[in-house]
């Protein structure tokens, strides 16, 4: 029997009507076509799903969406604003913080949950922040220099 | 001042914002109208007859659309050493027998994935299940089951190379050792898992959207096992979620995919389960290695014999390359003038073992770099000085196998033994230990149509300015795309944002083998590099002649402004002399085209690159529990196309090469591969990877594109052998074989303690 | 890949008991879900019933008190006590825990009593809350029951929790003066499962004295966390010295009943139980001495 879902996801309203079984992630990605955020594994251990809901990193593959309901989902597509892309984004971009990509959403939310919580972490408090999430190509270290950059204030956000 | 205006700069990847902002549409993604999901129902044996597959009650369920088995192919076997058609030995989808726990049997297409999941318990399969054997030492027995027909001993492909005398060379050195040494597989585990979306029309044609490293290999493929026209095939590699050797074949996802599309002529759509991943796409090699070292007593080696068996899992797959590559880079880096291998590739009855990243040299340069050290310890020699003492310099040949051009080996050598007087003493328990290596810049040998590698490239330039550059060359994350753009920009004399690149499209991009082997930067670098040269030759053609300059005089095009090279003040500007060919010939665009195979330079590579690497690794001496806490590697890759890409393909081999020597296994039981899971695969995480420096040094390698050759798999060769010296030198313990896991630590540490409690 | 269920969310814990009064075999309870729903995934668990009690307020609390200690509700998540300014004054070792356990993501979403409830032998919070002398209280309509966290785990993934009830509070008393407790946990790859799991609790009798009272735990080296009681009975009542702490480490690895998996085998895991209670409950020790 399918029940109503309220979600803010983007800062975009949504009423939905789901299956109880559906996940968070495929609410996102299927019924909503954000496919930015992936999933890559069945263990709920790879963070390629991680979204932040209420101002935390979780993994979307590991809730049901209706355990969000009436909640505010941040995805990798509600980070660049008016074109403008957000200072993580460009971190990333300028210092190879990817390469395939597929780890990239993830990856972003969880750098971007961190810095929420804490604007000046130790280069060990941003490994942790993002060591629920497994990258295969890049070996990190040029993600850890990326939000160390926008933690250097490289990147201010144009007022 | 560099003397290049677009590579050597630090570029954002050219589809990095498409991926930093989630608009990146990777086949994981893709949603056609009217699309069916399927999903593929594989042998829980490892060995077995297939007596009958009733697929009744799953064509039943409702949501159901199809369901299919080896009964509804053309029986072919593929395999992707396609000149020897003894190699290929693989239907994918089994009708007789199969030959590995994940051998898939029957597919089906519903209308939702959990229809399909649940349509896979409604096919009864009957099997019967046969002997199986697991271990290669096993599978060479005259009694061991007989996994292909006709194929003795099991032993699927031997190789030999061979130069000079080693009997006779191991006479007459001071000092011989032998030691033998495992080496584990390991899994890829791309975050993209294998995929397709195939669609079949009432045209008959079929196009396959796939994560893949070669849309050219899956397209001829497709083209021998379903007897299609290649041209009506069209394989599209969207932006591809990591490959790092684990697809370039024809894999069960694109192939299931495309025959429940023929036969329904709707889009179906695979994706593979991670578990599915682990335990049913192709893995590394395992290897059993014999290696026999002989050396005189100042450290000169004179001879050196090899010998390995490979776990090569039920299929041929790419395991003959691998097979021949760990037998050749056994050799690197050094002179060797006398030498021997001898490989063995023996079927078993687990997952077939074919290519990742570094293709047989991780395992002989594990094993390499460990004896070596060994050797030198017995000798009293310094570990860099015994590779100094024998190490490859330019211009060097291999023996009747391989020229060697551009060579910076030594310089590597002098830099880490830099780096490593500069840390002066270590803390208790740290050891640094350090690893050489050299590796391929593609290889020339092609046994999938032609006798030598090939790439092409075309170069268009519209009336605008805009330039499209039309590659087959496959980004699978490793940024070719950026670099053959770089390239591109750079002979033509644009900028980077000037080109737009449509790569592996079979449809409109030429031929290209594809992302293996490392091959990428130099061979197809070079095709772009003459189509862009065609290019600008013909707009400049037109500049002469607009120009009215002397013949005297050369043109050329540097950041978009044409002009003549010695008053480079004179010219015009690079749109305007575009706009002015074009229209001059009609609108007809400016096309130039590109080609390159390697000449005269042996059967292995036309370049290689060379590394040195220093792991310092910190241990705990009553657990065996070691960190990683520092990696430096000085390596050359010729001229430097694109750094920041150099740097994370750098940074990445340490990750996959150093979780190789550290963590990643797949342990089995009876073919079962027990950890099928990212929860249960080790991986090395960020917590976990050490700093990472890298020391660049400078060489030019003439046969590449502005003198570059590789960087993605050379570097994926030396870590394990790194922790291997670097354990030793920090608690005086030798672990030979994969991975060095902390248990395997300490056990050596307490044989170490009984031993000297003992004497 | 999941099967259909009805899906429940009760908003007080009267309501979530009278569901699982109702419906009990057919249905299970999710709060975070970060164990459960990789069970019911893998198609190894299919209730026709889920009772979601993340919406349960008055089941997400931290309460301190100085003479009562700390009162946990069981839907507090993993990550709220890793943060909770209550963890100082001897209750550190839990933030400590909490703060190695997993990842971020889910320790923002996973509770402490799905984790205690789950009864993984392996898991983090249950060797370090018996080391504390933790008790915890268990409901159903018919009344609460309380037991010490030590009774709680029976055996692999079971628990003392009977069908119709909920875990619903976890209490951690005021540790006596002069004790200190310290929890570890060996693995390859940091935030990892734990191959062994060591949490030790001292108390001394006084600033350097002799050892009152010893609590030994050992996880994942059984179906359930392990009370190494004689390896405690080689500290207690006497001074400690490093060669106690390693014999109680040898004690220890006996006591054990470690399995041998693709993590590590059975041998191995007692070389680390005996290394590990040594240093940890060397930690401890410290501690104590300056509490």
């Not at chain 1, 890559?40 to 209706?66: D, Q």
């Not at chain 3, 009542?237 to 993590?263: C, F, M, N, W, Y």
Request: net charge negative.
């Amino acid at each position: 029997m399918r029940k109503e879902l309220r979600l803010v996801v983007n800062g975009q309203p949504y009423e939905l009507y789901v299956k109880p079984k559906t996940l968070l992630v495929e609410v996102l990605r299927d019924h909503l076509g954000l496919t930015g955020t992936k999933r890559g594994c069945n263990s709920a251990s790879c963070g390629a799903c991680t979204v932040m809901l209420n101002g935390m990193a979780v993994k979307s593959c590991s809730i049901l969406a209706l355990q969000a309901d009436g909640g505010e989902v941040l995805t990798v597509e509600g980070l660049a604003s008016g074109g403008e892309l957000h200072p993580l984004q460009e971190a990333f971009l300028d210092h190879g913080a990817l390469q395939c990509g597929f780890c990239t959403a993830g990856m972003l939310m969880s750098a971007k949950a961190m810095l929420d919580e804490n604007p000046e972490p130790t280069k060990k408090q941003i490994k942790e922040g993002i060591h629920g999430n497994i990258c295969r190509c890049t070996g990190y270290n040029s993600i850890i220099r990326a939000v160390t950059a926008v933690v250097n204030g490289e990147y201010k956000e144009k007022k | 001042m560099s003397k290049y205006s677009v590579i050597g700069q630090r570029v954002r990847r050219v589809d990095g914002p498409d991926k930093v902002t989630g608009s990146a549409k990777y086949t994981f993604d893709m949603v056609l109208p009217n699309m069916l999901y399927g999903k593929i129902l594989r042998s829980p044996y490892p060995h077995a007859k297939i007596l009958n597959i009733d697929t009744s009650k799953a064509e039943k369920l409702i949501g159901v659309k199809a369901v299919v088995t080896g009964k509804d192919t053309l029986g072919r076997k593929q395999g992707i050493w396609r000149r020897f058609p003894e190699l290929c030995d693989e239907e994918i989808l089994c009708r007789e027998k199969v030959r590995y726990i994940g051998d898939p049997v029957a597919a089906v297409a519903a209308i939702d994935e959990d229809t399909a999941e649940e349509a896979l318990d409604l096919i009864e399969v009957e099997y019967e299940p046969l002997p199986a054997v697991f271990d290669p030492l096993e599978a060479i027995k005259e009694d061991a089951p007989q996994i292909h027909d006709g194929v003795e001993l099991n032993m699927n492909v031997t190789r030999h190379i061979e130069w000079g005398d080693v009997d006779e060379a191991f006479k007459k050195c001071d000092y011989v050792r032998e030691d033998k040494f495992k080496c584990s597989s390991q899994a890829h585990v791309c975050m993209e898992t294998h995929d397709a979306v195939a669609s079949f029309d009432h045209g008959g044609k079929l196009t396959v959207w796939t994560s893949t490293q070669s849309s050219y290999y899956i397209q001829r493929l497709l083209a021998d096992i379903l007897d299609l026209r290649e041209g009506d095939i069209r394989v599209i590699k969207p932006p591809t979620g990591g490959g790092f050797g684990s697809k370039f074949e024809l894999d069960s996802a694109q192939f299931c995919a495309v025959v429940l599309s023929m036969k329904l002529r709707q889009p179906v759509k695979i994706v593979l389960s991670r578990e599915e991943e682990f335990t049913a796409t192709k893995r590394r090699t395992p290897m059993y290695y014999y290696l026999r070292l002989g050396a005189k007593k100042d450290g000169t080696l004179l001879a050196k014999e090899v010998r390995v068996i490979t776990e090569g899992g039920a299929y041929t797959a790419m395991g003959a390359t691998a097979l021949y590559l760990t037998g050749f880079f056994s050799s690197f880096p050094y002179k060797y003038p006398n030498y021997r291998y001898d490989g063995y590739r023996v079927y078993t009855n687990t997952a077939p073992s074919s290519a990742m990243r570094g293709f047989g040299a991780p395992q002989s340069t594990f094993t390499g770099e460990s004896q070596l050290d060994m050797l030198a310890h017995d000798l009293g020699i310094d570990p860099i000085e015994i590779r100094r003492k024998n190490g490859m310099t330019p211009d060097y040949e291999v023996p009747g196998q391989a020229f060697i051009q551009s060579c910076g080996l030594h310089e590597c050598l002098d830099s880490i033994d830099e780096y490593i007087k500069k840390r002066g003493e270590l803390p208790p328990n740290h050891g640094i230990g350090v690893a050489a290596y050299g590796f391929m810049s593609g290889g020339i040998f092609n046994w999938f149509d032609t006798p030598y590698a090939f790439s092409a490239a075309l170069v268009r330039v519209n009336i605008d300015g805009k330039v499209d550059l039309f590659t087959g060359a496959c980004d699978i994350g490793q940024g070719s795309d950026t670099t053959l753009s770089m390239i591109c920009a750079e002979e033509l004399g644009v900028r980077l944002e000037d080109i737009r690149i449509h790569a592996s499209d079979t449809d409109i991009c030429p031929a290209d083998l594809g992302a293996w082997g490392s091959r990428e930067t130099l061979m197809n670098g070079n095709a772009v590099k003459m189509a862009a040269a065609d290019a600008k030759s013909q707009i400049l053609e037109y500049a002469a002649a607009k120009m009215g300059a002397n013949i005297v005089y050369d043109l050329d095009i540097k950041d978009q402004w044409v002009h003549l090279v010695d008053r480079p003040e004179r010219g015009v500007s690079y749109f305007d002399m575009v706009k002015e060919a074009i229209r001059g010939r009609d609108g007809e665009v400016i096309i130039g085209r590109g080609h390159y195979t390697p000449h005269r330079k042996g059967m292995i590579s036309p370049a290689y690159s060379f590394g040195v690497q220093a792991v310092e690794v910190e241990v705990d001496p009553e657990t065996g529990k070691y960190g990683l806490t520092n990696v430096t590697t000085a390596h050359e890759s010729g001229t430097v196309i694109n750094p920041v890409g150099i740097e994370g393909q750098l940074e990445g081999a340490i990750m996959m090469a150093g979780g190789y020597g550290f963590c990643e296994d797949q342990p089995m039981d009876g073919g079962n591969i027990l950890n099928p899971s990212i929860a249960d695969y080790k991986l090395i995480r960020s917590l976990d990877m050490p700093e990472t420096e890298i020391l660049e040094i400078d060489t030019y390698e003439p046969e590449g594109p502005f003198g570059a050759k590789e960087a993605g798999e050379g570097l994926t060769n030396p870590t394990a052998g790194a922790i291997g010296n670097a354990v030793y030198d920090a608690v005086g313990v030798r672990v030979t074989d994969l991975p060095i896991t902390p248990e395997k630590v300490f056990r050596a540490l307490r044989d170490k303690e009984k031993q000297s409690k003992q004497s | 890949m999941l099967r259909d269920f009805e899906y429940l969310a009760p908003k007080t814990l009267e309501e979530a008991l009278t569901l699982l009064d109702e419906h009990q075999d057919e249905c299970k309870v999710i709060a975070g879900g970060q164990s459960l729903l990789i069970l019911m995934r893998q198609g190894l668990l299919a209730p026709e019933y889920l009772i979601d009690i993340k919406g349960v307020s008055e089941l997400n609390y931290i309460e301190s008190d100085a003479r009562e200690g700390l009162k946990i509700g069981a839907v507090t998540t993993h990550r709220a006590i890793e943060k909770s300014p209550a963890m100082k004054n001897g209750f550190g070792v839990l933030a400590e825990m909490e703060h190695r356990l997993a990842s971020i993501q889910t320790r923002n979403w996973g509770t402490i009593g799905g984790n205690i409830s789950h009864g993984d032998p392996a898991g983090d919070p249950a060797p370090v809350l018996i080391a504390l002398n933790a008790t915890l209280t268990t409901a159903g309509l018919g009344g609460t029951r309380n037991m010490a966290v030590e009774d709680f785990s029976l055996n692999f993934f079971e628990t003392a929790l009977e069908p119709s009830e909920l875990l619903t509070e976890i209490q951690v008393p005021v540790a006596p003066p002069h004790t200190g407790t310290a929890y570890t946990k060996f693995n390859i790859i940091e935030s990892d499962v734990a191959t062994v799991g060591v949490a030790v609790s001292i108390t001394l009798d006084s600033g350097d004295g002799v050892c009152r009272d010893a609590r030994i735990v050992l996880g994942a080296c059984g179906a359930t966390p392990i009370r190494a009681k004689q390896a405690e009975e080689v500290l207690r009542g006497k001074k400690i010295t490093d060669k106690r702490l390693k014999e109680a480490g040898q004690e220890a690895s006996h006591e054990a009943e470690p399995i041998s998996d693709i993590s590590a085998s059975e041998e191995y895991r007692r070389e680390l139980v005996k290394v590990l209670v040594a240093r940890v409950g060397k930690e401890a020790l410290a501690r104590a001495r300056q509490a």
